[in-house]
Structures are given as structure tokens and as C-alpha cells.
């Protein structure tokens, strides 16, 4: 089992940056495809991106396609999303989850283990 555990959501400037993480605690973080969801105030939950054990391929949600960025450090069992030219839409508590499933996992019940979740707000 992992426990997961996001950090670094902040209030930022429409155009800015973040990064947020998402530290895992448990054994084989490095065998799980890990993913980052998002939940917009009074809306569901929605997926945002998705990147495999290795790094090597990665997926995104539409709306964020070429301002996000999914990567992940096995050897720190961390992974991380940059959010570039941010926007009010973004607004949003954001949620690491990890699967055992196949690839590429863009359905939360695709999904084994979630974090708590860190508060993203992009102010106008």
C-alpha cells in the first residue's frame, strides 16, 4: 500500500507558475502509474495528467495540454505537476492518486491510492 501526500498549492497570479508534489510512502512507488486529478469548486472531480512508472510517456487533459507538465522522481518516490500561464479555470484542490492498472489511466476508479489534495487558487 502507498500513502501519498501533495504539497505546494498556493495562491498565485493569473499568468504565473507552480509546482506542486505529491510525496509516496510505501513500498514500489516505482511500479505504480501515477496520475493528478483536480476538483474545481461546486464540480467533480477531473482528470488532468497521467505519467507511467518509468517517465518515459506521459497524458494530458485537453485543457491543460501545453501548459502542464507531468514528471516524476523514482528515487525521491515524488511526482510533480508544473503549471504554467495558470488561469482563473484552474482554480481548483489538485489530488495525486497512483494505479495499478493499464495504461493510460484517465478515470479516477482507474485509480488505487489518493492523497488528501492541495489547494491551487489562481487569482485575477
Known amino acids: 500500500q502507498v500513502q501519498l501526500a501533495e504539497s505546494g498549492g498556493e495562491l498565485v497570479q493569473v499568468g504565473g507558475s507552480l509546482r506542486v508534489s505529491c510525496a509516496a510512502s510505501?513500498?514500489?512507488?516505482?511500479?505504480?502509474?501515477m496520475g493528478w486529478f483536480r476538483q474545481p469548486p461546486g464540480k467533480d472531480r477531473e482528470f488532468v495528467a497521467t505519467i507511467n512508472w518509468s517517465g518515459s510517456n506521459t497524458y494530458y487533459a485537453e485543457s491543460v495540454k501545453g501548459r502542464f507538465t507531468i514528471s516524476r522522481d523514482n528515487t525521491k518516490n515524488t511526482v510533480y505537476l508544473q503549471m504554467d500561464s495558470l488561469q482563473p479555470e484552474d482554480t481548483a484542490v489538485y489530488f495525486c492518486a497512483a494505479s495499478m492498472g493499464l495504461w493510460a489511466p484517465i478515470l479516477s476508479r482507474e485509480y488505487n491510492y489518493w492523497g488528501q489534495g492541495t489547494q491551487v487558487t489562481v487569482s485575477s
Open positions: 510505501g513500498p514500489n512507488f516505482s511500479r505504480y502509474t
